[in-house]
């Protein structure tokens, strides 16, 4: 079954959002939803599939009831794989990511351990996590 959406948490929203909508862009991503004073925010290309909310942002019974329960710290080490439509896409979110403060982990390239026609980028956001963008098609 594949992927609804994911979130994660973050200490900074206002870093964090400026960070991802720039990181994200090339790919299509945009803000599609904030709530709770804009302390969570989902992101996606026709619905929100990737959903940031920052650390604390649930003060109430209410939103705690409302919200998932936050499984961990902001900056818990994951990887998150973004599909990309062309390497053009790949190397556009790369450039955007690092304009935008992350750091490189991997330049945009062919990785044929992971397959033929593997076609990622790799690099750490502002909080330390592994980010990717990958593309899967011929050249």
């Given at each position: 079954?594949?992927?609804?959406?994911?979130?994660?948490?973050?200490?900074?929203?206002?870093?964090?959002?400026?960070?991802?909508?720039?990181?994200?862009?090339?790919?299509?991503?945009?803000?599609?939803?904030?709530?709770?004073?804009?302390?969570?925010?989902?992101?996606?290309?026709?619905?929100?599939?990737?959903?940031?909310?920052?650390?604390?942002?649930?003060?109430t019974?209410?939103?705690?009831?409302?919200?998932p329960?936050?499984?961990?710290?902001?900056?818990?080490?994951?990887?998150?794989?973004?599909?990309?439509?062309?390497?053009?896409?790949?190397?556009?979110?790369y450039?955007?990511?690092?304009?935008?403060?992350?750091?490189?982990?991997?330049?945009?390239?062919?990785?044929?351990?992971?397959?033929?026609?593997?076609?990622?980028?790799?690099?750490?956001?502002?909080?330390?996590?592994?980010?990717?963008?990958?593309?899967?098609?011929?050249?």
């Amino acid at each position: 079954m594949p992927l609804a959406h994911l979130g994660i948490t973050v200490q900074d929203i206002s870093k964090a959002r400026a960070f991802y909508e720039a990181a994200l862009k090339p790919l299509g991503y945009t803000v599609q939803v904030t709530f709770l004073d804009d302390k969570v925010l989902g992101l996606g290309e026709h619905y929100p599939d990737f959903w940031i909310s920052e650390v604390n942002a649930r003060k109430t019974e209410e939103e705690k009831k409302a919200l998932p329960p936050q499984s961990g710290p902001a900056g818990e080490f994951i990887h998150l794989a973004f599909s990309a439509k062309s390497r053009d896409e790949v190397d556009q979110f790369y450039e955007a990511a690092i304009a935008a403060g992350a750091k490189d982990n991997g330049a945009p390239g062919l990785r044929p351990h992971y397959g033929p026609t593997y076609y990622g980028a790799f690099v750490y956001d502002i909080e330390g996590r592994n980010l990717e963008a990958v593309y899967l098609g011929e050249a």
